[in-house]
């Protein structure tokens, strides 16, 4: 399974590209930092062309940027992407 890890804020997002969901995201996200591994993206043509090319099967979100999510949750559902919810409790 191919999954994006999205760190939305707004008018933008950070993206980063998971063969799996890791046990420990944390660490995951510590490890992928040294290799630079992120995509920042805006709410554009451009930016959702950038996360379709990634070719994932779904995305993760955290529920707390709801709001911001929208632009990403529209584009997931519209092109039959899954929609993960992850606590940012779970993060650790």
Known sequence: ????GLDVGRGSA????????????LQHY????KDRQFYKVN???IGAD???????DGIVLEPSGH???????????H??????????TDLY
Do not use: G
Request: aromatic fraction near 14%; proline fraction near 2%; include cysteine.
């Open 1 to 4: 399974m191919r999954i994006i």
């Open 14 to 25: 950070v993206l980063c590209c998971l063969d799996e969901f890791p046990d420990i995201i």
């Open 30 to 33: 510590r490890l992928l930092r």
């Open 43 to 45: 709410c554009d043509r």
């Open 50 to 56: 950038k996360l379709l090319s990634l070719q994932a």
């Open 67 to 77: 709001w911001y999510s929208q632009f990403w949750v529209t584009l997931a559902k």
């Open 79 to 88: 092109h039959n992407l899954a929609i993960y919810w992850v606590s940012h």
